[in-house]
């Protein structure tokens, strides 16, 4: 069971040790989409173009969010964000959603900016689910990750 | 801005008033998938095969999110869930999971089905993560929706 | 110690027994206001002008706060909020918060209705605070209740 | 948009970058006032005299709430606070709340100290309501604050 | 495994279906134990005494942990709680707590009972390890459950 | 009310100020065991045997409670835990759990510990309860910690 670092050698789930790792700056990029039709993009982008708040409360979600992450990722360890933006782009049949997370710690914030990115689409999800219920959240994923003894990484 | 029921007339986000809505007992399923290579597939079917614990930590993880939805996605209505359960299939090069959650209350379950979706497969990413960063989380969605005044809805 | 229901004959605190009490629709409405400088009152309204974030910021945290209700206050009945809504005016030297909520229970929302309207406030003044620290939030009262065994009131 | 830091060029709200800040001692200081009629102070101050819980549950709610605020205000950074100290005056139609907070950290404590005040009197509120619903919260703002390269502020 | 109602057929858990059970009066006390040295024990009768905090901070506490019990045990239901009540007795050698909890829902608040006396009994722990690190919570258990069609039980 | 150090000269409770302690790498063992009739700890034993997720369950709710530490307990102060593994070992009639905590804080993390222990257990409790309600948690204690200026300490 060596692969999972997770789980310890019986199997068993455990928070691993980071204890021994340095303070660094690291910073994660993740992004997603969720896929609609025409009519409820067009009904986010004009929500959005007559100053709604569609656009503000999908970011503001996908920021707190960010902040519960290790809450909600049981194994993974609580970090310090120093940083957290939320880019959403508005498509003729889709919503793009784009999270940048930063910490100064001891492990990275992959997770932060992938959770910010699904509870960012999921919150878009919620607010054009009368609309259309078959919108479909895909493609999200890494972008990037810096910072960090393993070195950078880039999608 | 007719079409976005969570935002009002002005434009202004709110919780919708479900007052006067009937207490039935309502349904959702929902789906989604993580791809990745063949090598982090087989550390987690092997995780798995070996009684470790990397499927019970995403299946807790999603049924712990579910109960946290209303928390994450700010226009969601606080529910009493009945029951939430999440099916886990590993594939060659993916694992998917299947969600559902079950309330009698006076609105949907959708977004309990596809929060416990997406932070399951989430938990997955971290588990795997030190195998393979470019997984991919694709095709969250809504598989049917049982019960309440619109009628049941199956994708 | 009569006066003061949460505390028992001797004086200890608990969470009083509402079990017998029939559930009916039950509204409250809260209000309050934070004042500020004119320099802090015009950016928060060109903000909005602008199709900033800013006030739907605000109104989220209310939101998001108002279902965060019982975990603040310590002897609060956790209760299923039926609606929330937050409306905000921007005055020359002040912003104003409303806050409705509503639910079907067996006790009263008014904590939620206030704990909406103070955590709106709060949010404005972290927004705002790198222009004015001197910014004072004021007047947080009920409107009014409705609903319950014990009739409905009005400032 | 440039007078608000917690939106960007576009208006968007983000988590401001404070990874190149240092990290400094930085306490902050802040109060609030509960105006209530005589009755309702009286069975405060005897509650308190008695030995009953009522000070000390606000007490409570005020440290468990600044240790919540990065949760309840959106675009807040967690912080690990190493103090907070809650002192309570009851008055003759009043009770007033001061809240001392202090983090070794890269951003000021000003949220936590507001916020600790704030729950301290909707628990107030919340606990003498059966008496005077007409209480009003009032006169919340920050006395002071220290550390960090802005420099200290007194009110 | 049908012995674990929490596992299914293969063996994962899941959160079990309650939806078809009836809303009725529910109600469970549990109790428990911390052991202490008499210098400890002092310590808490003396704070107590003199009007300290001490026994109203492990009450609310308890009362606040009784209201989280979902989000800590995994598989639990969600439940509006209509009453929680601590009693807490200083020993000679030991604190006890009895915690009191109370529902009008699907299903039993047993662990709502144990849970708010562990963390009542966990809150004591904290405020006197600076004394006595060698304090053990023992004898935590049901003593009632009522309620429910699998009726009345009294250890 | 010298001897508890969370009350203050009046015997107010308050955080302790931490600020001035020195960050170093602290560890904690806390242990307890839940007692119950054979038939429920071999319905565990055998729900462990056949992969089930019986003790996967209690392993992640007792980590994820871990990080919940400060929220639970009110005078706690947050903390990075940097590690958190739990070790679970099923007798005839009975279930231990030893839970070790870590982090590089300026306080030591046996709450962290101790709570984590404590809600392992109670899961446990969760789910055997539909067989045996009678089970006892008993002796929950600390085992070491270490790190930090008090110096090292073993039961």
Known sequence: MSNLTHLDADGAAHMVDVGGKAVTTREAVATGRIRMSAEAATAIREGAVKKGDVLAVARVAGIM??????????LCHPLPLSRIAIELTVGNDSVT????????????????ALTATSVTLLTIYDMAKAIDKAMVIEDVRLLSKTGGKSGDWHA
Chains 1, 2, 3, 4, 5, 6 share one sequence.
């Open 65 to 74: 969010a960010a902040k519960k992450t290790s809450e909600l990722i049981p």
């Open 97 to 112: 959603a784009t999270a940048t997370a930063k910490t100064d710690g001891k492990t990275g914030v992959e997770m932060e």
